[in-house]
Nanobody, 125 residues
Framework: QVQLVESGGGLVQAGGSLRLSCAAS????????MGWFRQAPGKEREFVAV????????YVTNSVKGRFTISRNNAENTVYLQMNSLKPEDTAVYYC??????????????????WGKGTLVTVSS
């Protein structure tokens, strides 16, 4: 079955960096656009970033633009989220998601086909 396993979360001070990874199995990775979402306590899950199946297109939400970068390695079935200049408001559980490739690339949580279980990122002030 399809599995998406996130790693790399943890506790970091404001201004620090973390790199999240999501290892995928059970699907043809290169056929899927991959996204990162996050959910803070008491809030709805929100879109963070997405990368197209080829890696040729990427989109990030405005609140993380210039700080977060999404990338992927199709040979290793892995997608990454590099997070720099972290802020306390970035604290959330970060989820990896897969959506069968589409045009345009989808960014809504309801359109994702598969989800990981999440990894917690805590940014202290």
């Amino acid at each position: 079955q399809v599995q998406l396993v996130e790693s790399g979360g943890g506790l970091v001070q404001a201004g620090g960096s973390l790199r999240l990874s999501c290892a995928a199995s059970g699907l043809t990775f290169s056929n899927y656009d991959m996204g990162w979402f996050r959910q803070a306590p008491g809030k709805e899950r929100e879109f963070v970033a997405v990368i197209s199946w080829s890696g040729g297109s990427t989109y990030v939400t405005n609140s993380v633009k210039g700080r977060f970068t999404i990338s992927r390695n199709n040979a290793e079935n892995t997608v990454y989220l590099q997070m720099n200049s972290l802020k306390p408001e970035d604290t959330a559980v970060y989820y990896c998601a897969a959506n069968f490739r589409s045009m345009p690339v989808r960014t809504a949580a309801k359109n994702m086909d598969y989800w990981g279980k999440g990894t917690l990122v805590t940014v202290s002030s």
